[in-house]
């Protein structure tokens, strides 16, 4: 037995002797010793296949959704079975404060981010090899021929990415065929972060977001001489505001984690009501509508989502900035276009003075001024709500409109 030098080094008599050289030389046979660390080589990729096991068994009891993807509040939940996991090994070993890893495969390349707990650090560290591990000519098989005509549609992000049919469709994503998606020019607008992605206008439109085909003449962004970098007011939009309370919702749950049914059913009743009003802005504004008029004049740009979104268009004094001042030249252009279009109504914020829009009153003949809410302020009325003057809007907007 190779490991027979070994048993008799564990004898304590033998032990006291180790410091005799002959001994230690026979102890060191390298033979008998080669033997052992084959041994340990291979209760070291136990060990290790065992640890992968256990991350693993403790990512799928985390993803409560199934959906290979931890939000904040299961990120928590893993974080927890890590210091627990942690916990009960701290007699055995000492982790310097680090609780465990985890192994991350890259299917498609791109930009990535990581959502992490309060006090966590993160490190990344390249395996081996780094992204050669996959080889560049593993990625060469697949030649570009195989994957020109078309994009992959990734169905969790929205974005599009090169690939080929078969390992789109092997990914559990869609293949789009140029004639696909060709005839649906433009970009996604991210409501959340104010960016912009490739997608499709359904696509785009499902996840909340706001589509821009490459005719439209609505900007997102503000005017050079702005200091703001995009339009702020994505919740005039009920889809994205909609977006932005399943954030609020992964927020409250992880902050609170006691609260999340509770949490859950009052974030899911909200936006069936948005839902719902976003059906009535659609009905009333959509391809089917009964409106006499199309353009719709404001003192301030605050509804390029809203215009986006429903197909309406704003001719404003103000730009991005309420406080701007506008100069001569802006308010004869809208004047201008008030008397070519007939447009008979005149919409102001909640807090506008009448008296900064007396010019305008006069120069057109009398037009009607009336109230658009943009929420920027507490309501004047306490009994107001989000829902309750996006209602208004919609009715202001149709008797604006002559619908």
């Known amino acids: 037995d190779d490991h027979g030098d070994h048993d008799d080094h564990g004898d304590h008599d ?12 026979d102890h060191g046979d390298h033979d008998d010793h080669d033997d052992h660390d084959d041994h340990d080589d291979h209760d070291d990729h136990d060990d290790h296949h065992d640890e992968e ?54 299917e498609e390349e791109g930009d990535y981010g990581f959502a992490l707990p309060m006090g966590v650090e993160f490190f990344i560290l390249m395996g081996e090899g780094g992204h050669d591990d996959h080889g560049h000519d593993d990625h060469d098989d697949h030649g570009h021929d195989d994957h020109e005509g078309g994009v992959c549609h990734n169905t969790t992000t929205h974005e599009n990415y090169d690939s080929n049919e078969a390992d789109c469709q092997a990914a559990g994503h869609m293949w789009m065929e140029d004639d696909d998606h060709g005839d649906h020019e433009g970009v996604c607008h991210n409501t959340t972060t104010h960016e912009n992605y490739d997608s499709n206008e359904a696509d785009c439109e499902a996840a909340g977001h706001v589509w821009m085909d490459g005719d439209s003449e609505q900007e997102i962004g503000a ?3 702005e200091e703001f970098d995009y339009d702020p007011h994505s919740w005039l939009d009920p889809l994205a505001y909609k977006t932005q309370v399943g954030v609020v919702l992964d927020a409250l749950i992880a902050a609170f984690p006691s609260g999340e049914a509770a949490f859950t059913v009052n974030a899911a009743a ?39 979104r429903y197909d309406l268009e704003f001719v404003t004094i103000h730009g ?84």
């Open 320 to 403: 991005l900035d309420p406080e701007g001042e506008p100069t001569a030249a802006d308010i004869l252009e809208v004047i201008e276009r008030i008397e070519e279009e007939g447009i008979t109504v005149f919409f102001v914020e909640e807090y506008t003075s009448q008296a900064a829009v007396a010019a305008i009153v006069e120069q057109t003949n009398g037009i009607e001024i009336q109230t658009l809410y943009t929420m920027e302020l507490q309501p004047s009325d306490s009994e107001d709500d989000y829902l309750s003057m996006m209602r208004k809007n919609l009715e202001g907007l149709k008797s604006g409109l002559g619908c």
């Open 223 to 225: 005017d050079e001489d």
């Open 53 to 106: 096991e256990i991350l693993m068994q403790m990512f799928n009891m985390s993803d409560a959704d199934g959906n290979q993807l931890l939000n904040m509040s299961e990120l928590g939940y893993f974080m927890e079975l890590l210091e627990d996991g942690h916990d009960e090994h701290d007699d055995h070993n000492e982790h310097d404060g680090m609780v465990g890893y985890a192994t991350i495969h890259i």
């Open 270 to 308: 909200y936006m069936a009501q948005l839902d719902s009003l976003h059906s009535d802005f659609d009905s009333a504004f959509g391809s089917t509508n009964t409106c006499t008029g199309s353009s719709i004049a404001a003192n301030h740009n605050a509804y390029a989502y809203m215009a986006q």
């Open 14 to 25: 033998d032990h006291d002797d180790h410091g005799d050289h002959d001994d230690h030389d």
